[in-house]
């Protein structure tokens, strides 16, 4: 018998992002999930996050009725998809969760994402096998300023336990978090290649996308923006004092100096010692600001396991079969 918690004691939460896809897509994509999971496991949900549309509400109204263990979120129609998925993560109770689009979930065997993440007690995410395009170079240097590991070979699709769930969705970037992994927790995952397939995404709606990414990651950066705008500051003051000095050199060993020559020079030094100085200050300020607010001890607990099997203990002190006991008698 297996040590530890067992497949049929776990919660399995499948969070299905509407990112402006198809009532066929969402139907489709609903009916494979449930139709695997009454299969394959015993404790599951569907949470199903989409913009309230008028036009998909005949579409939701009927996944709902003809679905199991479903769960509709409706939010704001300006959300961007990095917010939803805060919003499907922080509704889901499953012990491992599963956050994916509909146009991705028929490609992706994702019963077997969920028990390698069961197995390892890992993250598993989604690579498609394919090349990188041109801008996938801008958004993966910032990925990198800002410690994440961001490509567009990356999937929407991930599978994430939920000890590791629980830390990203209290860090203050988890908007980004819940997509793109950072380095620390890319190099422990599980990587699961898929192959490519065209998408059928809006091309203006996927550059808006693209745009809000690199926004966010720029400011994600602030932290090495800050150490770089430091270092510039602290060169700036050595110059001016270095000088400051070479005028007073100058002042001892010559005596050809062209007039006023002293005073600029002493008077532009001094200002960039001033600047230098003032920079460096307000750089270490907000920087001291960021750590105060941002104290993340998340990658200092890599597993979680338990050496109990609480259902079974439930079971027997409460004498309730479970039920598999009731189906064998």
């Known amino acids: 018998m297996k040590n530890g918690p067992q497949k049929n004691d776990s919660f399995f939460s499948v969070c299905i992002i509407d990112d402006h896809n198809s009532e066929k897509e969402l139907k489709n994509s609903v009916q494979l999930i449930s139709t695997s999971f009454e299969n394959t496991y015993k404790f599951w949900e569907i949470i199903l996050v989409s913009s309230v549309d008028n036009k998909k509400r005949n579409t939701i109204d ?19 998809h990095y917010q939803k998925r805060v919003i499907a993560s922080q509704e889901a109770i499953g012990d491992y969760i599963l956050l994916t689009s509909p146009d991705e979930i028929e490609e992706i065997n994702f019963i077997e994402m969920l028990e390698s993440s069961f197995l ?3 993250i598993v995410i989604a690579n498609y096998n394919r090349s990188s395009r041109f801008l996938n170079w801008i958004t993966s240097i910032l990925g990198s300023m800002a410690g994440y590991r961001v490509s567009d070979q990356t999937a929407r699709t991930i599978v994430f336990p939920r000890t590791n769930l629980n830390y990203i969705l209290e860090h203050y970037d988890n908007y980004i978090g819940l997509r793109y992994l950072n380095f620390n927790d890319f190099q422990d995952a599980i990587i699961y290649e898929i192959n490519f397939k065209n998408s059928k995404r809006n091309f203006l ?12 990651l720029i400011v994600l950066s602030a932290p090495k923006i800050l150490f770089i705008i430091a270092f510039l500051s602290i060169l700036a003051i050595f110059l001016g004092l270095f000088s400051v000095i070479y005028v007073f050199l100058v002042l001892v060993f010559l005596t050809d100096i062209q007039p006023g020559w002293v005073t600029t020079t002493l008077l532009i030094s001094s200002l960039v010692i001033l600047l230098g100085g003032v920079l460096f200050g307000i750089s270490l300020g907000i920087q001291r600001l960021i750590d105060l607010l941002s104290k993340d001890d998340r990658n200092s607990i890599i597993q ?26």
């Open 304 to 329: 979680e396991r338990d050496a109990n099997n609480l259902f079974s203990i439930e079971e027997k002190k409460f004498n309730v079969a479970s039920n598999d006991e009731n189906s064998k008698n």
């Open 62 to 80: 009927s996944i709902l009725i003809n679905s199991k263990n479903i769960r509709y979120i409706g939010v704001k129609d300006n959300l961007s």
């Open 120 to 122: 390892e007690s890992k």
């Open 205 to 216: 709606y996927s550059l808006s996308q693209k745009f809000d990414l690199a926004w966010r």
